[in-house]
């Protein structure tokens, strides 16, 4: 029977989650995260609910809420297009990206749709968790587009903000339902000098504005989240840099979403990672990250340990926690609460970054479903390339069995990346559900 890393409890559409990396428990995808801090003193993320790889996002909204980054709450549900709760009479399109803001006792919640004709709209909440209700188009003059996100300023005016590949701001009026269509400016950061590509969030940090997006500028994929400032939400704004990149979290990884916010007195990065071999399938992770004297913020790695600290090498680790993976090898659903590495091939290999050995490990388990050719596993510390402290051989079972594979490794200690080298000839080697060290 598999460890479940993850505590689930189910009632009144929720689900509470222990977690670091990825803060979404098994068999759900939340992309598209944005942070907010609520008056309640807790952290909300708002984001789409991927649920195939043909298409993005679904007709349904989750509100996920910690006060610790560790423990997550999964409220379910809160605001549909279609089905149960639906609240969008005049479409049943998908829902994409939100963002949701609070002010003067109530909460809004800015959705979008893929379908022109409906667009952008917002619903009302009394609760920073929902459920969201009477969702109403927002008219946008013309220039309806997808990924609205809201940012109210210290002296009370709030500015919708919105577009792909060029970004539009305008003051939102005081009913924050409608834009004030004279303030509208377009092209505040763009494609070409700014390498914007879509997925808006606006905060502020020492009177610098930050304009945080998905970031184009490697590889003309945007998996970076990246950064412009400027002294005003309407700008001049100048660009940054990358805060996190997620390329090679999946074969097939396209883009990218979040959003950064301070909670508890640090600053942390949302962004997401797919999975399944597909642009979708999206799974929402955090990074701390810090910021330089003249207010720039540094790139920080995808890791397994997110807002916490290094993974405890005694206890389990699910490999679905894997933070880059190379090759053909990917992450995908086993059963309703269970995700695995699957589809392995000679030399792919994935990492784990960081897994804390405390006084020393010298024995290894894994938890794997051989197939028909077997293989075997090499693990290396720091570097796929690094120190090799051990090889769990895999023989190959047409049983179609989960099994527990032990072996040795060299005595190990401290804090280290830990890297899985797989190998074997054509393909079927095996499927890996977890592992851990002992002494």
Request: charged letters at 20%; aromatic letters at 12%; one cysteine or more.
């Amino acid at each position: 029977m598999k460890k479940i890393l993850f505590a689930l409890t189910i009632s009144c559409f929720s689900v509470i989650t222990r977690a670091q990396n990825p803060i979404v428990p098994p068999g759900v995808y939340i992309a598209d995260p944005s942070a907010h801090v609520c008056p309640d003193g807790k952290l909300y993320i708002y984001g789409s609910l991927d649920e195939s790889t043909q298409y993005y996002c679904s007709w349904r909204h989750h509100v996920m809420e910690t006060t610790d980054l560790k423990n997550w709450k999964i409220t379910e549900n809160v605001f549909a297009s279609k089905g149960e709760n639906d609240q969008v009479s005049y479409s049943d399109a998908l829902l994409f990206a939100p963002d949701c803001v609070y002010k003067n006792g109530t909460y809004y919640m800015y959705y979008c749709m893929p379908d022109p004709k409906a667009a952008e709209g917002v619903a009302f909440s009394k609760s920073p968790a929902g459920p969201f209700v009477n969702g109403q188009k927002i008219q946008l003059r013309g220039i309806e587009e997808i990924d609205p996100c809201v940012f109210v300023d210290d002296d009370g005016t709030a500015y919708y903000i919105w577009g792909q590949f060029q970004a539009k701001v305008a003051r939102l009026k005081p009913n924050m339902t409608e834009i004030d269509s004279s303030t509208i400016v377009t092209g505040v950061v763009n494609e070409k000098e700014h390498f914007f590509h879509e997925g808006g969030y606006m905060v502020k940090r020492n009177g610098i504005y930050y304009f945080i997006y998905a970031d184009m500028s490697r590889a003309n994929r945007p998996t970076s989240i990246g950064y412009a400032t400027a002294s005003s939400p309407f700008g001049p704004f100048k660009y940054g840099g990358v805060i996190v990149d997620n390329t090679h979290c999946d074969p097939a990884t396209w883009n990218n979403h979040g959003s950064i916010v301070e909670f508890n007195g640090r600053w942390y990065v949302f962004y997401h990672r797919s999975t399944h071999n597909s642009r979708m399938m999206r799974k929402a992770c955090v990074e701390p990250i810090t910021f330089n004297a003249d207010g720039s913020i540094n790139e920080v790695e995808m890791t397994s340990q997110g807002a916490g600290p290094a993974l405890n090498a005694f206890e389990t680790t699910d490999a679905a926690r894997a933070c880059l993976l190379f090759g053909n090898v990917r992450i995908e659903l086993a059963d309703p609460k269970n995700e695995i590495l699957s589809k392995i091939e000679n030399e792919d290999n994935v990492a784990y970054k960081y897994i804390d050995f405390k006084n020393g490990a010298s024995k290894v388990e894994f938890r794997i479903k051989p197939l028909k050719n077997g293989g075997g596993i090499s693990i290396h510390l720091d570097q796929p390339w690094g120190k090799q402290i051990g090889w769990i051989n895999v023989q190959g079972d047409e049983k179609n069995e989960w099994k527990a594979i032990k072996g040795e490794i060299e005595e190990t200690s401290g804090i280290h990346a830990v890297w899985l080298t797989f190998h074997g000839k054509n393909d079927n080697f095996f499927e890996i559900d977890e592992f851990s060290f002992s002494k």
